[in-house]
């Protein structure tokens, strides 16, 4: 599989995802689009991806720090999964996700305690409800202009 990440990750920009005036603690909200390419094909993520860093199951949460080095590769994934129209299968969802993570610096070890941790019980996190739909394009806009977000 050749995966090709065209969005540098120093220019990703996430910001906490306010919802009834309270961050609920876990999801955050792209502000920067993201483009990639699969296997030739380009991808673009928009501003405005609603996302929580990898839907990884909970127990691999614990030793996974979804905050680091690959964190625009766990948004690629997420956005891959929960695009209603599912761009490609799930295992192959979770091959850019290591191929990614490797490319980034992620080390073997994690990315594949990643992997298969999505491959044995990624499908009982919540995946297709999205929030971006819900997210004011209005609001997003304006911030997006406002910091010269891209």
């Not at 990639?36 to 691999?60: K, L």
């Not at 490797?102 to 995946?127: C, F, H, I, P, Q």
Request: glycine share 6%; charged share 20%; aromatic share 14%.
């Amino acid at each position: 599989m050749n995966t090709e990440l065209i969005t540098s990750p120093k220019f990703l920009v996430v910001v906490p995802y306010y919802t009834g005036g309270k961050w609920d603690g876990k999801n955050w909200i792209t502000l920067t689009k993201i483009v990639f390419t699969v296997n030739g094909e380009r991808y673009t993520i928009p501003a405005g991806f609603v996302t929580d860093f990898a839907s990884i199951p909970a127990f691999a949460r614990v030793t996974i720090n979804r905050i680091g080095k690959p964190v625009i590769a766990y948004i690629i994934h997420d956005w891959l999964r929960t695009n209603k129209d599912q761009v490609m299968p799930t295992k192959q969802c979770d091959k850019v996700l290591y191929k990614l993570s490797r490319d980034l610096g992620e080390s073997w070890y994690t990315s594949k305690k990643v992997y298969y941790s999505l491959r044995s019980m990624g499908w009982v996190a919540n995946v297709g409800d999205n929030k971006f739909s819900k997210v004011d394009p209005e609001v997003l806009k304006y911030i997006c202009d406002s910091n010269n977000y891209q």
